[in-house]
Nanobody
Framework: QVQLVESGGDLVQPGGSLRLSCAAS????????MGWYRQAPGKQRELVAE???????NYADSVKGRFTISRDNSKNTVSLQMNSLKPEDTAVYYC?????????WGKGTLVTVSS
Protein backbone atom coordinates (compact mmCIF):
# COMPACT_ATOMS: atom_id res chain seq x y z
CA GLN A 1 0.00 0.00 0.00
CA VAL A 2 1.39 3.35 -1.05
CA GLN A 3 1.41 6.10 1.56
CA LEU A 4 2.61 9.67 1.41
CA VAL A 5 2.40 11.36 4.79
CA GLU A 6 3.00 15.09 5.09
CA SER A 7 3.96 16.93 8.24
CA GLY A 8 5.11 20.36 9.31
CA GLY A 9 2.14 22.56 8.45
CA ASP A 10 1.45 25.31 10.95
CA LEU A 11 0.39 28.90 11.54
CA VAL A 12 3.29 31.27 10.90
CA GLN A 13 3.65 35.04 10.68
CA PRO A 14 4.52 36.75 7.42
CA GLY A 15 8.26 36.64 6.85
CA GLY A 16 8.59 33.45 8.84
CA SER A 17 9.80 30.00 7.85
CA LEU A 18 8.45 26.47 7.86
CA ARG A 19 9.80 23.12 6.79
CA LEU A 20 7.41 20.54 5.37
CA SER A 21 8.30 16.88 5.19
CA CYS A 22 6.78 13.95 3.34
CA ALA A 23 7.49 10.34 4.23
CA ALA A 24 6.82 7.80 1.49
CA SER A 25 6.23 4.09 1.82
CA UNK A 26 5.14 1.35 -0.53
CA UNK A 27 7.03 2.69 -3.54
CA UNK A 28 10.55 2.46 -4.91
CA UNK A 29 11.16 6.03 -3.89
CA UNK A 30 14.30 6.63 -5.91
CA UNK A 31 12.57 6.17 -9.28
CA UNK A 32 9.80 8.70 -8.62
CA UNK A 33 9.74 12.40 -9.28
CA MET A 34 8.64 13.99 -6.02
CA GLY A 35 6.73 17.22 -5.79
CA TRP A 36 4.88 19.62 -3.58
CA TYR A 37 1.60 21.12 -4.72
CA ARG A 38 -0.72 23.51 -2.93
CA GLN A 39 -4.35 24.45 -3.05
CA ALA A 40 -5.68 27.66 -1.59
CA PRO A 41 -9.39 28.13 -0.84
CA GLY A 42 -11.34 28.67 -4.03
CA LYS A 43 -8.32 28.00 -6.25
CA GLN A 44 -7.01 25.12 -8.28
CA ARG A 45 -4.20 22.92 -7.05
CA GLU A 46 -0.88 24.18 -8.37
CA LEU A 47 2.67 22.94 -8.55
CA VAL A 48 4.99 24.52 -6.00
CA ALA A 49 8.20 22.58 -6.56
CA GLU A 50 9.39 19.25 -7.86
CA UNK A 51 12.61 17.29 -7.73
CA UNK A 52 13.51 14.73 -10.36
CA UNK A 53 15.32 11.45 -9.85
CA UNK A 54 18.65 12.99 -10.84
CA UNK A 55 18.20 15.86 -8.38
CA UNK A 56 17.18 18.56 -10.84
CA UNK A 57 14.56 20.88 -9.43
CA ASN A 58 11.74 22.99 -10.78
CA TYR A 59 9.90 25.78 -8.96
CA ALA A 60 6.84 27.89 -9.51
CA ASP A 61 7.82 31.47 -10.26
CA SER A 62 5.97 32.64 -7.15
CA VAL A 63 8.27 30.70 -4.80
CA LYS A 64 11.64 30.90 -6.58
CA GLY A 65 14.32 32.15 -4.23
CA ARG A 66 12.17 31.51 -1.16
CA PHE A 67 11.45 27.77 -1.19
CA THR A 68 13.86 24.85 -1.51
CA ILE A 69 12.90 21.27 -2.24
CA SER A 70 15.16 18.37 -1.32
CA ARG A 71 14.97 14.61 -1.18
CA ASP A 72 16.68 11.87 0.80
CA ASN A 73 16.46 8.60 -1.08
CA SER A 74 17.95 6.71 1.87
CA LYS A 75 15.05 7.79 4.09
CA ASN A 76 12.31 7.96 1.45
CA THR A 77 11.57 11.55 2.33
CA VAL A 78 11.10 14.80 0.48
CA SER A 79 11.17 18.18 2.19
CA LEU A 80 10.19 21.72 1.37
CA GLN A 81 11.98 24.53 3.17
CA MET A 82 9.84 27.65 2.98
CA ASN A 83 11.34 31.02 3.88
CA SER A 84 10.05 34.58 3.69
CA LEU A 85 6.50 33.30 3.79
CA LYS A 86 3.70 35.53 2.55
CA PRO A 87 -0.03 35.48 3.25
CA GLU A 88 -0.58 34.30 -0.32
CA ASP A 89 1.35 31.13 0.53
CA THR A 90 -1.56 30.07 2.72
CA ALA A 91 -2.85 26.76 1.40
CA VAL A 92 -3.04 23.04 1.94
CA TYR A 93 0.25 21.58 0.75
CA TYR A 94 0.22 18.15 -0.85
CA CYS A 95 3.05 15.72 -1.43
CA UNK A 96 3.08 14.04 -4.83
CA UNK A 97 5.00 11.12 -6.28
CA UNK A 98 4.83 10.36 -9.97
CA UNK A 99 6.46 8.16 -12.55
CA UNK A 100 5.62 7.44 -16.17
CA UNK A 101 2.72 5.21 -15.17
CA UNK A 102 1.85 6.07 -11.57
CA UNK A 103 0.82 9.09 -9.56
CA UNK A 104 0.20 9.26 -5.83
CA TRP A 105 -0.93 11.99 -3.44
CA GLY A 106 -0.73 12.59 0.27
CA LYS A 107 -3.66 13.96 2.27
CA GLY A 108 -2.12 17.37 2.74
CA THR A 109 -0.90 19.63 5.51
CA LEU A 110 -2.23 23.13 6.18
CA VAL A 111 0.05 26.14 6.07
CA THR A 112 -1.43 29.42 7.27
CA VAL A 113 0.55 32.63 6.96
CA SER A 114 -1.07 35.36 9.01
CA SER A 115 -0.30 37.95 11.64
Amino acid sequence: QVQLVESGGDLVQPGGSLRLSCAASGIIFSIYTMGWYRQAPGKQRELVAEIFIGGRTNYADSVKGRFTISRDNSKNTVSLQMNSLKPEDTAVYYCNAHSVSRKYWGKGTLVTVSS
